[in-house]
Structure formats: C-alpha cells, structure tokens
T-cell receptor, first 114, second 112 residues
C-alpha cells in the first residue's frame, strides 16, 4: 500500500490567481497521476507525471494551465494557473498500487474559485 | 459517450435493503476495479476482478466480472448507513496504457 498526503486539503481563491497543490507519497513510485473531480461525479485524468520527464497531458488539459513538477520519486505538484470559477473542483493525486492498474488516492484538494 | 456506462447514477434506499450497481461497456478490459469514495476523502479500492465470470465477496458486497470481461456488477446485501458514498467502477486494458477508464459513478445513500 501507499500513503499519499495532499496539501492544501481545501482553499478558496480569487479569480486570476494561481494555486499549487502538493502531493507526497511514502514510497518511491514511477508514475503519479493527477485527476480532477466535480463533487459527486467521476474522475477525469489531467496528466501523468513521471520523474525526470515532462508530464503527459490528456486531451483538454495543457501545460500552461496545469503545470506539473515531479522533482523526485516521492513528490509532485500541480499548479492551477489563472484560475476561474470553472476550475472549482476537487483535485486528486494518485499512484499505482498493483500490477493490474489499481490506484491509491490522496484525500484530495477541494478548490473553490470566487 | 462513456467507455464504461455505470448505473444507476443515484440510489437512495432504506437500511436493510439490497441493491445492485452495474458497469457496462462494449470494450473488453483486462481487469475491472471498484472504488468507494466518502465525502472529503479520495476513492478507496474495494476489489479488482481479472477473470471472466469471477465472483468476489467482501463481507456484504459481492462483485462479479462478466464472462466476456465487458461488464461488472456490485451487489450489496442488507445495506447499512456506512455504505453511503460514491461508488466508481474503473477498467484497465492494454489499449488504455497505464490509465484507468472510470465510470460516471453511483451515489448511494442508505437511510436509517
């Protein structure tokens, strides 16, 4: 198993500002995944972060809006840039748990943009 | 169109009732997972099924993988208020690489 800590757990931000979410894992992992989730809804993958290379973004998500850092095998950050109310969501960090693709998730960061 | 169609979207039942959540696809998956998520928490893995026709039990929860590995179901017997949460199915397969395909989710509310 893996223990994943995310910070902040929640924040209220002003339109036009940026917020960086941190994700710390208690073991070394190759890939980390960042998801977005509207409350009560399913998960949408934003990007996959590998250590030592640029993140791979899914359709509809771009690096300028969601820059990601992956400085080592236990840590990653996701920045939500130039925020608008449409960015209000829960952002989740996750890592692989097994060889059949299972995921461990952090507790999520609930972002509200005013 | 979702690759994994999950139904129902919302279920509100009384304590003690039984329920089934379905996850269907036209695609074949090498494995299928079920997660439960409570408010303010991340999703937590409940089970993974990998063999067509496989049935797994977790206390009052029964998970089944379809023979053709295109669908799955989650059955809860004698639901408890503690079962309340968002249930998500997710499929894995070679054609999706390292990524999981998630269903839309089922919000379950069990009233006491």
């Amino acid at each position: 198993s893996a223990v994943i800590s995310q910070k902040p757990s929640r924040d209220i931000c002003q339109r036009g500002t940026s917020l960086t979410i941190q994700c710390q894992v208690d073991s070394q992992v190759t890939m980390m995944f960042w998801y977005r989730q509207q409350p009560g809804q399913s998960l949408t993958l934003i990007a996959t972060a590998n250590q030592g290379s640029e993140a791979t973004y899914e359709s509809g998500f771009v690096i300028d809006k969601f820059p990601i850092s992956r400085p080592n095998l236990t840590f990653s950050t996701l920045t939500v840039s130039n925020m608008s109310p449409e960015d209000s969501s829960i952002y989740l960090c996750s890592v692989n748990a097994g060889n059949t693709g299972e995921l461990f998730f952090g507790e999520g960061s609930r972002l509200t943009v005013l | 169109t979702q690759l994994l169609e999950q139904s129902p979207q919302f279920l509100s039942i009384q304590e003690g009732e039984n329920l089934t959540v379905y996850c269907n696809s036209s695609s074949v998956f090498s494995s299928l997972q079920w997660y439960r998520q409570e408010p303010g928490e991340g999703p937590v893995l409940l089970v993974t099924v990998v063999t067509g026709g496989e049935v797994k039990k977790l206390k009052r929860l029964t998970f089944q993988f379809g023979d053709a590995r295109k669908d799955s179901s989650l059955h809860i017997t004698a639901a408890q208020p503690g079962d309340t949460g968002l249930y998500l199915c997710a499929g894995a397969g070679m054609e999706y690489g390292n990524k999981l395909v998630f269903g839309a989710g089922t919000i379950l509310r069990v009233k006491s």
